[in-house]
């Protein structure tokens, strides 16, 4: 699935591995909506997931306060239908200045969150999440 501005594109291929990719430094509010509507339809299978989150390409400079906001508060709209089937998030962020945003986004939301890490590579972020898997009882391909 490709957000509405091609922002955000997410693919259940490797399932229960969930791919997501932010494509640009920028996301627009409508498309981490889009994206939040994919993670609650993969979430209606009801079949323990974990989200590997590439953010390589974000950046948080270009996404206002409001908009950091209006994420929070899709999240929270979202969480619920999420969480009983999250078992991990990992993200792929090279940025330590975007670390340190996500790091406040997760205080945020964290009431209620499935375990969330933060890697510097791809490698290490699917590591993590396949030890998750497996201590979850989720075993992925």
């Known amino acids: 699935m490709r957000s509405r501005n091609g922002a955000i594109d997410i693919t259940t291929e490797r399932f229960p591995i969930v791919d997501i990719i932010y494509a640009g430094p920028a996301t627009p509010i409508e ?3 889009d994206a939040f509507e994919e993670y609650a339809r993969i979430a209606e299978r009801k079949v323990r997931v974990a989200w590997l989150i590439d953010m390589r390409n974000f950046d948080p400079l270009k996404v206002s306060a409001t908009n950091r906001k209006d994420a929070a508060r899709v999240f929270d709209e979202f969480a619920a239908r999420l969480a009983p089937v999250s078992v991990a998030e990992a993200r792929v962020i090279v ?10 986004f997760d ?21 993590w999440l396949r030890a998750e898997l497996l201590h979850a009882g989720t075993v992925g391909r």
Do not use: H, V
Not at 95 to 104: Q, V
Not at 107 to 127: D, F, I, S, V
């Open 107 to 127: 205080w945020l939301t964290g009431t209620n969150k499935w375990p969330c890490r933060q890697y510097g590579t791809m490698e290490a972020a699917e590591t």
């Open 31 to 33: 498309d981490f909506r």
């Open 95 to 104: 940025s330590p200045l975007t670390r340190g945003i996500l790091t406040a």
